[in-house]
């Protein structure tokens, strides 16, 4: 017998049909003798609609108010899941985030799980119960409802899936797994039936958006095995695993986009001790996260200056222009620019640890689709390129290409 998590989302249990649906998956794999958890995101659309209604009443609301009014929407869909399984004679139980005892710190609104205690749980598989969970959200120490940030319930799935030591965590969406590049933009995209977590914590960060990345970070830490598959189909998706298992003997797996960062550089920043600092911290206190940083060695006779460049999620890109031109006047530096028509194209692969070269390929590849490079970062097992914008669907087809990722 073995206990099994599974996660739906939001268009999985879009409507009452379709909670009958996934109620009916749920019990046939209940039947094949396995225990059987079940984590449900609100259905489509719940959680937008109670945050603008939150920002009805309040320009910015509350954060703790906020936390007790977007929880409910997972209340309504796993207690419609409990009433879906009892119309079909079989036993289950809606559980809430207190209830399953997932206590998180004190951060409203995304905050992260610091343990999880699954006796209740437990008990109720213990009576051959479908145990249907309220995703997105825990409690904290004081004892009030928290929720875990957009896309909260992956990794409440994910958590349980660790506390309760399941064989596997199946995540139901509406893709079929994990993709060679998003299937929108190259028809010769490829499912993948493997892939490690690191690869997917790259891919993830770089654009894919199939899973929460917090989820993966969490899996990999816990070694929790995961299967992304559609909630419509039967067919295998892919298996986030470690990497031994992972491995498919190719350099790079995968080709990821993100249209979704904008470009500051100040140039002429003054080149001695504490700049970047000073720039980055004030980016930072403003809870700005910056992603790609590129700093130039100094030049010219004075010697004294170099340009520095950052990329930053394009909804704080107006801000972070607004502190960063008050932070160059401060410093001296001369000029600040800005651009939020770019892309970042990334190339991820565990390959590229043991093989040279594939950074060449990849720029080569661009060069000779005359597409210009305008930054570059490498981490072990990713390379991103920040390009113009209007190219991506050209570099995204041409790389995928290059490094035969079809095949
Ligand atoms: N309902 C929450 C959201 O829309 C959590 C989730 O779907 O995972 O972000
Ligand atoms: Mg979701």
Known sequence: MALIVQKYGGTSVGSIELIRRVADKVIARQHQGNQMVVVLSAMAGETDRLLRLAHEMSPEPNLREVDV????????????????????????????GFQARIETDEFHGRSCITGIDPVRIQNELDQ?????????QGINGSG???????????TTAVALAS??????????????????TDPHLHPKARKMRHVSYEEMLELSSAGAKVMETRSIEFAMRYGVRIHVRHSQKDEIGTIISEE???????????????????????????????????ILGAVSDAGI??????????????????DFSFTVPQTDFQQAMALITQVAE?????RVLGDDNIAKISIVGVGMRTHAGVATKMFQTLANEGINIRMISTSEIKISCVITQKYTELAVRALHDAFELDK
């Open 69 to 96: 009014l977007i929880s409910t929407g997972e209340q309504q869909s796993v207690a419609l899941f409990g009433l879906a399984c009892q119309a079909k004679g079989v036993e289950a139980v809606s559980i809430l």
């Open 128 to 136: 051959n119960r479908i145990v249907v969970v309220a995703g997105f």
């Open 144 to 154: 009030d409802v928290t929720t875990l940030g957009r896309g909260g319930s992956d």
């Open 163 to 180: 506390a309760l030591k399941a064989e596997v965590c199946e995540i139901f969406t509406d893709v079929d797994g994990v993709y060679t």
């Open 244 to 278: 031994e298992e992972a491995m498919e003997d190719r350099i790079v797996s995968g080709v990821a986009y993100n249209k979704n960062e904008a470009r500051i550089t100040v140039l002429k920043v003054p080149d001695m001790p504490g700049m970047a600092a000073k």
């Open 289 to 306: 996260v910056v992603d790609m940083i590129i700093q130039n060695t100094s030049a010219g006779q004075e010697g004294r200056n170099t």
């Open 330 to 334: 401060e410093i001296g530096a001369e």
